[in-house]
């Protein structure tokens, strides 16, 4: 099978965090004998043709140089709602549409997969395609959704037009059916693959707490910091990982100090995708309180290395990952205190290091790269045989 992938996230070098989990499905697609090509937005000027790790891949101009900085910021978002940003956005999907529209003329392509609706699926959508195309949703293009009314009539266009589409969890599904007037039913669920090669050992315990993520208010990593002083008032002053950046980093650096828990919280910055398992290594705990995620994928890494996971309740995708028991927890929203009794369990019940490691040999066997691309190439066949979709026990 050919197929162009379009996306808006794709690495631009060797241990860049854009769309590193794409390029890891990518390149289990094309391990598996299949041809690919991705589709992806060029960066400040950096665009056009190359070979990365001998897959194909074209990054598309879409505007001047000093304005090609809508995509691997996390704020396409926020900059398409400026008149300018708006602009920016308009001319990549139309230039993508274009670019899609030129390999499936060359004969190149027998199927598209977008990676996230907009903008992927909607230039898919425009392309007119004589190819079926498949869609996938990963968290922020959902959001997208419950918010914008304009966005949801292109939406539902898009998503209907689509020869199948799949979802990273069964929330952004549910909430993706609801919004968009699609079936829930039709929905596949289907993560992206995990690197479990670097995922290899078994955590030992006594580093403390760690959590990954980029610092924002989603991530409600305050509620965090307000469970480890809560900790420490019960003489429980565990050391506490930050692993990652972002716009909410001084003031939890702020917040950290004013609660007296300074000195036993290391804030480490972004670090490269294959240094994550050296960052959670020897965790005894790996805390998730973040609202709405796609899935979390940090919390199904920590799983992989035996560590025990708290998540919010409320978090979204996590729950696929997460249980309410054994090794995992998952608190009332909003709740430190909660938050605070369920990491103190976890850290001091070695049973639940037991179990982690049990549920992390599972989910590494569902979500290894090779097992996630075959998932996929049953979706492509039925999409271009013009069938539905494989069902989730298929």
């Known amino acids: 099978m050919n197929v162009a992938c379009v996306t808006h996230a794709y690495p631009r070098w060797d241990g860049d965090v854009a769309g590193a989990f794409i390029e890891r499905f990518i390149l289990a697609l094309a391990g598996r004998g299949h041809g690919v090509h991705v589709i992806a937005p060029a960066d400040q000027g950096r665009g056009g043709k190359e070979l990365r790790h001998r897959v194909p891949v074209t990054r598309v101009r879409y505007a001047p140089a000093r304005w090609e900085t809508l995509a691997y910021r996390g704020t396409m978002v926020a900059a398409a709602r400026s008149p300018g940003g708006l602009l920016a956005a308009t001319s990549l999907v139309a230039r993508q549409s274009r670019a899609i529209a030129r390999l499936c003329r060359e004969g190149q392509i027998d199927l598209v997969h977008a990676q996230w609706w907009i903008p992927g699926g909607v230039s898919a959508w425009l392309a007119r395609l004589s190819r079926p195309y498949v869609v996938t949703l990963h968290g922020t293009d959902v959001t997208l959704l419950e918010r914008s009314r304009p966005a949801r009539a292109l939406a539902r266009r898009v998503l209907r037009g689509a020869a199948a589409v799949t979802a990273v969890s069964s929330f952004l599904a549910e909430r993706a059916a609801h919004t968009a007037g699609l079936d829930a039913g039709k929905i596949l669920v289907q993560p992206m693959p995990l690197d479990v090669r670097a995922f290899s050992h078994t955590s030992k315990g006594g580093a403390g707490v760690v959590t990954v993520g980029r610092l924002s208010k989603q991530k409600r990593l305050d509620l965090l910091l ?169």
């Open 226 to 394: 307000d469970a480890m002083a809560e900790l420490k008032r019960r003489g429980r002053a565990l050391p506490l990982t930050i692993v990652g950046d972002g716009e909410e980093r001084h003031a939890l650096e702020r917040r950290a100090a004013e609660l007296g828990i300074a000195t036993q919280t290391r804030f480490i910055g972004e670090v490269p995708p294959t240094r994550i398992p050296d960052a959670i290594d020897d965790a005894d705990v790996f805390a998730f309180p973040a609202v709405g995620e796609g899935l979390g994928l940090a919390a199904a890494e920590a799983l992989l290395l035996g560590v025990p996971v708290v998540a919010a309740r409320d978090g979204g995708g996590v729950t696929d990952v997460v249980p309410g028991t054994g090794p995992g927890r998952l608190i009332a929203p909003g709740d430190s205190w909660a938050l605070a009794q369920a990491i103190d369990e976890l850290a001091r019940d070695a049973d639940s290091r037991r179990l982690a490691a049990e549920l992390g040999a599972d989910l590494r066997r569902r979500l290894e790269p090779d097992a996630v691309a075959q998932r996929f190439e049953a979706v492509y066949r039925q999409a271009l045989e013009g069938k539905a979709p494989p069902s989730p026990d298929a």
